[in-house]
Every structure is written in C-alpha cells, then in structure tokens.
C-alpha cells in the first residue's frame, strides 16, 4: 500500500503545494511528536483530498459561496428600496391629503 499512497500523493501534490491548506489539521488535537510518517503522510492525503473535493470535484462549492455573498447583497439592496418607497409613500400621502384640504376648502368657499 505504500506505493499506493505515493501514487495518489502524486496525483494531489500541485494542490497542496499552490492552496497551502489543510483543515484537518484544525481538527487533530494529538500533540505533532507523537506521529509517526506513515500518520504524516496519511494526514497530508487527507488534506489533499479535501483539497480535490472542495476546490476540483465540486465547484458547486465556490458557487454556493458566490450565492451567499450576492443574496446578503440583494437583502440589503432590497431593505433600502423598501425604505425608500416608504417614504415616497409618504411623501405622495401627504401630498394627497394636502391637495385633498385644498379641494375641500375651494368647495366651502363656493358654497
């Protein structure tokens, strides 16, 4: 199997070296002296998997990521149209019920 592991460390080894990252290794808590090389290079394949699947496997990944910050964009946008219709609703009501008095007060002069 160690032959195995070298040829899919192969495969990975650009996307390790470019992205630098590795959130497993976020999750391990075992102190660094007590692993040995084969739990080295089992964590470095790790990382190079994840690394396949969030960035090459499934590019749905970054997409979703794009849709997220371009919906808290619309909400925002969304919250500031909805205030300013408020208030040109307000400002068109207060109109109304000012031509409205003046009508009211042509037709008791009239009178």
Request: glycine residues 2%; aromatic residues 8%.
């Amino acid at each position: 199997t160690q032959g195995n592991i070298k040829d899919v460390l192969s495969l990975f080894s650009g996307d390790a070296e470019k992205d630098d990252f590795c959130p497993a290794k976020e999750l391990t808590d075992e102190p660094k002296e007590a692993k040995t090389e084969e739990d080295e290079e089992f964590s470095l394949w790790m990382c190079q998997v994840q690394i396949f699947f969030t960035t090459k496997f499934f590019p749905a990944y970054q997409h979703e990521i794009v849709l997220r910050k371009k919906i808290k964009e619309n909400q925002v946008r969304d919250a500031e149209l909805s205030e300013l219709r408020r208030i040109k609703d307000e400002e068109l009501a207060k109109l109304i019920a000012g031509r409205e008095e003046e009508e009211a007060k042509r037709q008791e002069a009239a009178v």
